[in-house]
């Protein structure tokens, strides 16, 4: 199954310098259709689930996928290793801020590593921002530096650990500086489109782009 | 011919709250040591080329590369330009603080795109890290949101745009805060093995890891 977790509750706090609560709320539904748009797009057989805090039905408008919603108000940690506690198949799971996502990246993540491994692709700032686990005993702990103790997670149950390094995976989306790499990258997604509305626009300086939001 | 830019003259200033000057250009040689390591053990037939904008023999110290050094002391746009005027083969060209390149980060970016093909690996914030140039009139200007400038010039001279979408090319090193990277993914490196002796540590807080100084 292809699971991707979403914070429906108070997503994307740290963008509050650039956007206002609600505001945010809409960005991050933007996002996750982003996702589930690419995901659907792919060329694959598994289920889609999105495992969310709580129902989601207005950030779903307009996306027609096939998919489940499942709704667990527990922690990200607690709420993904009970699915993985689930499931004898594979797992693939994607966090839902992962804009630049396209059904290519899509098909290279679900087609790295080999039977008991653990692919993993890495966010900005030591986290994890998709694994697959083929390997039924990997359970995740998004505290902290993640991706660290995803690779020794996984070598401790005896699974392989395999890097896909790919920078669209690694581009999620927490905070004002990283609106920029959707500027640049992705003007033509739902989430590209949403800021372009609401005035977020590129502010070219010496050193690497900002942002800017024109009201 | 494989080009790595180094600006030997005053690196990595946007470092400064981390790194003091003369730190600044040890650490800089350390990350270019890292790349052309990578270069050098990858498998492939070109020459290998560091343009610099000032001798620079003492950052070159225990690199064991067959290389040549071109000084040339104008900006990195028409220094670059005037070695893709000079070449008739591919020319590839990668940025010298890419701590994380591997020889199989390397290998993919050499066996990207085809005849006529301009293969572009983004930066953060819009910038260009590396790139290969099979197109003949294909010039580079690295002032602004240079990956855009970079995938429109390519389309104007009757190039393919290619993009390699890969995170460890897209991890260069400008800021204090990119230097969690290496400690989390490259402490292996010489480049990481330099922060780790001057104390440059990994401080875990709620949102990404950031980087402490203990002195």
């Known amino acids: 199954m292809i699971l991707v977790p979403y914070d429906a509750t108070e997503p994307k706090t740290r963008l509050a ?9 809409a960005f991050a539904a933007a996002m996750l259709r982003d996702v589930l748009t690419a995901v659907d797009n792919a060329d694959h057989s598994h289920e889609i689930s999105v495992l969310a805090t709580e129902p989601i039905d207005s950030a779903l408008a307009g996306v027609d996928v096939d998919l489940t919603v499942d709704v ?6 607690p709420a993904v290793n009970a699915v993985l506690a689930d499931f004898d198949e594979p797992v693939a799971v994607l966090t839902a801020d992962l804009p630049l996502i396209t059904p290519a990246t899509v098909v290279r993540l679900l087609g790295a590593g080999g039977a008991d491994d653990v692919v993993l692709a890495a966010g900005r700032g030591g986290g994890t921002n998709a694994f697959v686990a083929r390997h039924g005993a990997f359970r ?15 070598q401790a149950v005896g699974a392989g650990v395999v890097e ?3 920078r ?11 609106l920029v790499e959707i500027l640049v990258h992705g003007d033509q997604t739902r989430a590209g489109r949403w800021l372009a509305d609401a005035g977020v626009a590129l502010e070219i300086t010496d050193g690497r782009a900002t942002v800017v939001r024109d009201e």
């Open 17 to 25: 310098p650039v956007l206002g609560p609600g505001e945010r709320g």
């Open 72 to 77: 667990d108000d527990r922690p990200l940690t």
């Open 140 to 154: 995740v702990d998004y505290h902290g530096v993640s991706y660290r103790d995803h690779q020794e997670g996984a």
């Open 164 to 166: 896909l390094d790919t």
């Open 168 to 178: 669209r995976l690694a581009t999620d989306i927490d905070e004002p500086a990283d």
